[in-house]
């Protein structure tokens, strides 16, 4: 993220990490079951979610898509889309399920209007999947910490500075109404990379 906690600008340009950066995301990547991201993200970047910067297996890459809106010609069907899961609810239309289905991806349904995440966790600790990398937008972050489901966050602070309000910020949602219930971190190591910071926090449990 830039300086001022944003993961992308008012356009959506998310171009931030470094080559070193990005090595170490992938390196996390080829070290986990899945990696996971929201149909904002899947709109905007239409990322491969693959292992490129290092050597490693892919992971499992899980699309949240309530409504069923991953295009079929997304980058992320072009390298085993058996290995594609789109996570709908009961609201996603059956053709548009049915043209994902016919692309190679496994669909997994997890509630009515919307998303259970905790339900989705299941079903991929059923699929064997022990680890997620969340690279999800401000949004799907908020909603994964809001239900408890994050243990750690790994941050690379970019040195640059983007502002504007209608960029897109870390973790969004609605926010914390006061400080003393925000989510609490214990810092667990800080690395300079070049000229950025790399920081690994563990979230703290309220129970």
């Not at 693959?50 to 297996?57: A, D, E, F, H, M």
């Amino acid at each position: 993220m830039s300086l001022d906690g944003k993961i992308a600008t008012r356009s959506g340009d998310s171009r931030i990490s470094s080559k070193i950066d990005l090595r170490a995301l992938h390196k996390l990547r080829s070290q986990s079951g899945a990696v996971m991201i929201g149909i904002r993200t899947e709109l905007i970047d239409n990322p491969l979610l693959t292992v490129r910067y290092v050597k490693g297996r892919n992971p499992i890459r899980v699309i949240v898509d309530s409504s069923a809106r991953t295009p079929l010609k997304a980058k992320i069907f072009r390298t085993d889309p058996s290995s594609v899961f789109i996570v709908i609810s009961g609201k996603a239309s059956k053709s548009k399920v049915a043209g994902l289905q016919r692309a190679g991806a496994r669909i997994i349904r997890c509630g009515q209007s919307k998303i259970n995440l905790k339900l989705l966790l299941r079903a991929l600790y059923r699929q064997g999947v022990r680890r997620i990398v969340l690279e999800g937008g401000g949004i799907l972050n908020w909603s994964m910490l809001t239900e408890g489901l994050v243990d750690y966050v790994h941050v690379t602070i970019s040195p640059i500075l983007i502002g504007g309000d209608r960029a897109t910020t870390l973790v969004e949602g609605i926010g914390m109404p006061t400080i003393n219930k925000s989510f609490q971190l214990r810092l667990l190591r800080v690395r300079r990379l070049r000229n950025e910071i790399s920081l690994e926090y563990k979230v703290k449990r309220n129970d």
